[in-house]
């Protein structure tokens, strides 16, 4: 091959007018039009930080107070969730914290009080797990809900990465007579929750990392508790402060938040996990089917206290119940994809999905947990989602 | 293994059997005392962490009205936020009213928020007098203290919440599977 200066210079210069174009072009104003036969022109050079194309529009949907963002559960394959596309829920904004200043705090019944940096404590032994978080008040009451995404869609799934809590509880050595800690982020709410010592010193992490990268500041960058299986809220964000005691604290959000009011005014308090839930993804609210025929139903399930064993399907509104093919993996305390195929006969009908986890525990209707709860509690809602699919194909929320 | 969320309340009597350990890592550094104090801002039911000052409800008045009544109304019922005033009653009704005087069940919780995350827009900028005057005014508002009364680290959690004993464990699943 020709090395002459000039065939090198050229190369260079067209590759720098292709990466510019192209890279105009991905810019959301340049409405530049794509070539073509892309086989025709070269395309851009290597990138170094990547995006989707360009024409994917798939976003989060922000409520009106900018306090949380549901995902896009229709639009999403597989079990996990894009980091960019990972719900949202915080009490006082996203705080802009540099890691290099950002401190772990550990003290209160510990005999070493300590104190580490975001660096001295990714030096511990660390672990990845793939783990569903779902926030506390996910698809209250959503009967007025368009979509998977407007009903359900605080909830999600990461491969997350980080420290067993465990470990730097031992290496502060826990004195007895502890039996909760207290976490506390650097939010402008200075979000705090009581935990379990018992699950403290269990599965929780202390995690660094999402889906390969650092964690997103939506999520708690630098670093965060993720305490599996167990209402989003108590995962604190931001984490800057354990404190190891003797009771909980009873901060605002385990006592006047994240608390089920009973019909006889009694309040229910720590609930933790999260209930098995399944939900059919597609077709979903807001979607349109076309022609009669053949159509794979895919949803995803989830439960707080383990793997999903079973998800059934329903396309006759609840009168008749078919087992759905669970796609592997099939993890604890994560998204597990189902799949069900289909014949649409054109007729107005209603889909349905319940799953059932290794507790045997099985997804309820909404009456059920009506008659045990009344009306008045508004957090762990779980109940069979329903999707009216009306004969011109579009489909409905029939929350029934 | 299933963790019942009811265990956990039980598990608060619990004593967790770990021996003396050794550091294995040895990674990070002592916290300082200074440093402990500075952060150490969580209140717990028993009040011992809370600081030293005091503050009225008449002093809390003028605060709230400066800092509070923006989003919490003029006497704390008419919002457009939480609603802190009023409700007492009516939790086992159609029409239930959960407020500070109505729901919260410990007077320590009032003290810990206002100083964590308010206000909204400027959180962490009362002072501790400041802090424990608006407390007064909220619990005296709810007509649970006496309009005189002075709140500090000794009262504030001596202070009995109406609803103190109004919160209990989750049974769940509490729903029949079909």
Redesign the interface.
């Known amino acids: 091959m020709s090395k002459s200066p000039n065939r090198r210079k050229f190369l260079k210069s067209a590759v720098l007018a292709a990466g510019v174009g192209v890279g105009r072009a991905q810019n959301s104003g340049d409405q530049q039009p794509p070539p073509d036969d892309p086989t025709k022109v070269p395309g851009w050079p290597a990138r170094a930080y990547g995006e989707r194309s360009r024409f994917e529009k798939t976003v989060r949907a922000p409520s009106s107070q900018g306090t949380s963002s549901g995902a896009p559960l229709q639009d999403l394959n597989g079990i996990i969730t894009p980091s960019s596309l990972h719900f949202e829920r915080h009490h006082s904004g996203v705080p802009d914290i540099d890691p290099r200043r950002h401190r772990l705090m550990i003290h209160g019944m510990v005999d070493r009080p300590l104190v580490l940096t975001i660096d001295e404590l990714k030096r511990f032994p660390s672990v990845s797990r793939i783990y569903v978080m779902e926030c506390s008040g996910n698809g209250f009451r959503n009967k007025g809900a368009k979509t998977a995404q407007d009903a359900h869609g605080l909830v999600s799934c990461s491969e997350w990465t980080g420290v067993p809590l465990a470990l730097l509880l031992r290496e502060a050595g826990v004195q007895p007579g502890a039996s909760w800690i207290v976490a506390e982020g650097s939010d402008a709410a200075k979000m705090t929750r009581s935990v379990p010592l018992a699950k403290a010193m269990n599965d929780v992490l202390l995690a660094y990392g999402q889906n390969g990268e650092a964690i997103r500041p939506e999520q708690g960058y630098p670093l965060r508790l993720f305490v599996p299986g167990w209402e989003g809220n108590i995962s604190i964000k931001w984490l800057r402060r354990i404190k190891v005691v003797d009771q909980p604290y009873m901060t605002r959000e385990e006592t006047s938040k994240y608390t089920d009011l009973m019909p006889d005014g009694k309040a229910r308090q720590f609930t933790f996990e999260m209930d098995p839930k399944s939900l059919i993804t597609y077709p979903s609210g807001g979607q349109k089917l076309g022609p009669p025929g053949f159509y794979e139903i895919s949803g995803l399930a989830w439960s707080g206290r383990g793997a999903i064993r079973k998800v059934e399907i329903s396309v006759d509104g609840g009168r008749s119940w078919s087992d759905a093919e669970l796609q592997s993996p099939v993890l604890p305390i994560a998204f597990t994809r189902f799949r069900f195929g289909w014949k649409w006969d054109g007729s107005e009908t209603v889909l349905q999905s319940r799953c059932t986890d290794e507790h045997g525990d099985t997804q309820p209707v909404l009456a059920d947990l009506v008659k045990a709860r009344g009306d008045h509690w508004s957090y762990h809602f779980n109940p069979i989602q329903s999707w009216k699919i009306s004969a011109d194909g579009s489909v409905q929320n029939a929350l029934v | 293994m299933?963790?019942?969320?009811a265990r956990?309340?039980l598990?608060?009597?619990?004593?967790?059997p770990?021996a003396?350990?050794a550091?294995?890592?040895g990674?990070?550094?002592?916290?300082?005392p200074d440093?402990?104090k500075a952060?150490?801002?969580?209140?717990?039911?028993?009040g011992k962490e809370l600081p030293p000052g005091s503050g009225s409800s008449a002093e809390g008045a003028r605060i709230y009205a400066a800092n509070c009544a923006a989003c919490h109304g003029k006497t704390g019922k008419e919002g457009p936020n939480d609603v802190l005033v009023g409700g007492q009653g009516t939790?086992?009704t159609?029409k239930?009213v959960?407020t500070?005087g109505s729901?919260?069940?410990?007077a320590?919780?009032v003290w810990?928020?206002i100083n964590?995350?308010m206000p909204?827009n400027k959180?962490g900028s009362l002072t501790s007098d400041q802090v424990y005057a608006v407390t007064a005014y909220l619990l005296s508002l709810n007509g649970i203290i006496k309009e005189d009364a002075v709140m500090n680290a000794k009262t504030l959690p001596q202070v009995k919440m109406p609803n103190r004993n109004?919160?209990?464990?989750?049974p769940?699943?509490?729903?029949?599977?079909?």
Not at chain 2, 11 to 16: D, G, H, K, P, R
Not at chain 2, 27 to 32: F, H, I, M, P
Not at chain 2, 172 to 178: F, N
């Open positions: 299933r963790w019942c969320s956990w309340v598990a608060t009597s619990l004593v967790w770990l003396a350990q550091p294995t890592y990674l990070g550094r002592a916290a300082k440093e402990i952060w150490d801002s969580a209140i717990s039911p028993d939790l086992n159609n239930p959960k500070v729901y919260w069940p410990y320590t919780t810990d928020y964590r995350a909204y959180p109004g919160f209990i464990g989750d769940r699943p509490d729903w029949k599977s079909h």
